[in-house]
């Protein structure tokens, strides 16, 4: 894999479902499995008392996390509830902001989808403002994986974090920042640490795993 201008470029391969779900390694004892079942919106984990994950209401300034997507990540939505719905942003774990705990209203994330027409997995930085959606490029990605990469399993290290009047996002060296909408309330108030997402308008059309990470926020 290589980095461009406009991200990550990567060339293009074939991919098969017929994978095994995303795991951790070997050597590495923190790591727990995220799964989106068919016809759900929302995650479960593997293991409830993975000590180093954020969940339910937190005071942390921002997230880090290492996370491999898996070839289960490659869908298409052949009933979507919403006829754009393939292009649909999901969501890799965020913070809520702005005194409330729905990030569709005020949050940070990483947004992700998959591009049948591209055969790639796109990955943005995403935030809501004031339930207004928000990507640093338009519509286009931060960085780009192709089926070859998402067989390949390679941790990608994610941070996201408040920083005044703006969100901070960083992804294996590529950087993008958004708006606050609320500059003027502490990063550190309550907010919800979000987890794996699909979605959007559809839910899930096939089960999609992903392994996670987490590290405690260090600025």
């Known amino acids: 894999m290589r980095v461009g201008l406009a991200g990550l470029v990567v060339t293009a391969a074939c991919a098969s479902h017929d994978q095994p779900p995303a795991t951790a390694p070997p050597d590495a004892p923190h790591w727990t499995t995220y799964t989106i079942e068919p016809g759900d919106h929302d995650a479960s984990l593997d293991d409830a008392d993975y000590r180093d994950r954020l969940a339910g209401i937190v005071t942390d300034v921002g997230r880090d996390y290492e996370m491999i997507l898996d070839p289960s990540a490659i869908y298409v939505l052949a009933n979507p509830a919403q006829p754009d719905d393939q292009l649909d942003w999901n969501k890799l774990p965020g913070l809520s902001d702005c005194?409330?705990?729905?990030?569709?209203?005020?949050?940070?994330?990483?947004?992700?989808?998959?591009?049948?027409?591209?055969?790639?997995?796109?990955?943005?930085?995403?935030?809501?403002?004031?339930g207004v959606h928000q990507t640093p490029t338009g519509d286009a990605a931060l960085f780009t994986l192709t089926a070859a990469d998402l067989a390949a399993r390679r941790p990608i290290h994610y941070r996201l974090w408040l920083d005044g009047p703006l969100y901070r996002f960083e992804a294996d060296g590529i950087a993008a920042s958004l708006p606050r909408g609320c500059a003027d309330q502490p990063p550190d108030a309550g907010k919800w640490a979000a987890g794996f997402y699909f979605g959007g308008t559809s839910t899930a059309p096939v089960r999609i795993t992903a392994a996670i990470s987490e590290h405690r926020f260090e600025p």
């Open 99 to 130: 005194n409330t705990l729905d990030l569709a209203e005020a949050g940070a994330m990483f947004g992700w989808r998959w591009r049948p027409d591209l055969e790639v997995l796109e990955v943005t930085a995403y935030a809501n403002n004031h």
